[in-house]
């Protein structure tokens, strides 16, 4: 699994690919599920990213980590949705004004004061 997450009574869980030989490989999976304690494992599809592998709320914005498609969303809580590329994003966090993404193969990125730049941005749109 990328992420296992609340979702209201359930649980969401955001699968890998693994293949034959029981390796991990980078796939933009298609279904992820859903689970409630006693009831089987409900198939949820998946948007044109694939599963997320972290989500962060902060500072009136919503990230998300799409690995295998390179993305990172960022979502407003007025619903603008700004998108930024960034190789294999694993895990968020937001400090303050500025998010935290640890890439699964760049180690970890600042994104200093991204939170003013984003508003600036739906300020002048």
């Known amino acids: 699994m990328y992420d296992i997450h ?7 869980l955001e ?3 693994i293949n034959a030989d029981k390796t ?3 796939r933009r999976m298609t279904e992820s599920w859903s689970w409630r304690p006693g009831e089987a494992l409900r198939r949820i599809r998946l948007g044109p990213y694939g599963v997320s592998s972290s989500r962060a709320r902060g500072e009136g914005w919503t990230a998300r980590a799409y690995p295998e498609a390179d993305l990172v969303t960022l979502t407003a809580d007025a619903g603008v949705t700004i998108t930024l590329t960034v190789y294999y994003p694993f895990r968020l966090a937001w400090v303050g004004r ?12 600042l994104f200093r004061d991204l939170a003013d730049e984003l508003d600036a941005l739906c300020r002048a749109a």
């Not at 609340?6 to 969401?12: A, F, I, N, R, V």
């Not at 500025?98 to 180690?107: K, M, P, Q, R, Y």
């Open 24 to 26: 991990l490989e980078r």
């Open 6 to 12: 609340p979702d209201g009574e359930s649980l969401g």
């Open 15 to 17: 699968p890998r690919y």
């Open 98 to 109: 500025s998010l935290f993404v640890s890439s699964a193969e760049s180690g970890l990125l």
